[in-house]
């Protein structure tokens, strides 16, 4: 059985918990916080040095980083999967593209707005810089939007890995100081993603098996 190591606040963590609902892959959930360091002590650096989650246990005892190639992963590991996946070399190079996209001028700024805000209190040096990641925080929702303004979806015309890797954090973007409501093409493609098969919220988390590490 797989399991998976996650923050249940993560939107990367998140990004795992749906495809793996969505695929109706059974698996155990550890819950770690990473605000209480849980993921740099030893037993955790055995999985992932880097000491982040998520992290997904394959039943072969592998240990699978970074939610985006996890996604990959899965997509290309089962049969039901498949269907998430590119299914060209063309859809290939979109998928990675806008999963790069995600990682690079996405996350680093609507992600981290967000977590931020989680935090109990913002250092003054993040006062500081929380503008600016807001600023490209939205010059990356305009980017989306303006691809959905003539798409459905970010691959193909169809729900796929890629949409996960930008929902997660996209739609709770407004936790991070976001106005969605001036992106309308973006709103109703997360209603789009929110009406899929299996879909699970982000305060879905599951009971928790075991220890966390």
Same mark, same amino acid.
């Given at each position: 059985?797989?399991r998976?190591?996650?923050?249940?606040?993560?939107?990367?963590?998140?990004?795992?918990?749906?495809?793996?609902?969505?695929?109706?892959?059974?698996y155990?959930?550890?819950?770690?916080d990473?605000?209480?360091?849980?993921?740099?002590?030893?037993?955790?650096?055995t999985?992932?040095?880097?000491?982040?989650?998520?992290? =997904?246990?394959?039943?072969?005892?592998?240990?699978?980083?970074?939610?985006n190639?996890?996604?990959?992963? &899965? +997509? #290309? !590991?089962?049969?039901?999967?498949?269907?998430?996946?590119?299914?060209?070399?063309?859809?290939?190079?979109?998928?990675?593209?806008?999963?790069?996209?995600?990682?690079?001028?996405?996350?680093p700024?609507?992600?981290?707005?967000?977590?931020?805000?989680?935090?109990?209190?913002?250092?003054?040096?993040?006062?500081?810089? =929380?503008?600016e990641?807001?600023?490209?925080?939205?010059q990356?929702?305009?980017?989306?939007?303006k691809? &959905? +303004? #003539? !798409?459905?979806?970010?691959?193909?015309?169809?729900?796929?890995?890629a949409?996960?890797?930008?929902?997660?954090?996209?739609?709770?973007?407004?936790?991070?100081?976001?106005?969605?409501?001036?992106?309308?093409?973006?709103g109703?493609?997360?209603?789009?993603?929110?009406?899929?098969?299996?879909?699970?919220?982000?305060t879905?988390?599951?009971?928790?098996?075991?220890?966390?590490?």
């Amino acid at each position: 059985m797989y399991r998976l190591y996650d923050d249940p606040i993560s939107g990367n963590g998140y990004k795992v918990r749906l495809a793996l609902a969505q695929l109706r892959i059974d698996y155990r959930y550890h819950a770690l916080d990473v605000l209480r360091g849980e993921t740099r002590q030893p037993t955790f650096l055995t999985k992932n040095p880097l000491g982040k989650i998520p992290v =997904l246990e394959t039943p072969d005892g592998r240990f699978l980083s970074e939610s985006n190639a996890i996604l990959w992963y &899965l +997509a #290309g !590991a089962h049969p039901a999967g498949r269907s998430f996946g590119p299914a060209t070399p063309d859809e290939e190079y979109e998928t990675l593209r806008w999963m790069f996209f995600e990682q690079y001028s996405h996350e680093p700024n609507i992600a981290v707005a967000r977590f931020w805000r989680h935090l109990p209190e913002m250092s003054e040096l993040q006062r500081k810089m =929380l503008p600016e990641r807001l600023e490209k925080g939205y010059q990356a929702l305009a980017v989306m939007e303006k691809h &959905l +303004a #003539g !798409a459905d979806y970010f691959v193909g015309n169809r729900y796929g890995i890629a949409d996960i890797a930008l929902y997660a954090y996209s739609h709770v973007a407004e936790e991070g100081g976001f106005d969605l409501s001036v992106y309308p093409a973006l709103g109703a493609w997360l209603k789009r993603v929110a009406r899929q098969p299996n879909h699970v919220a982000i305060t879905d988390v599951p009971a928790a098996a075991g220890t966390a590490a």
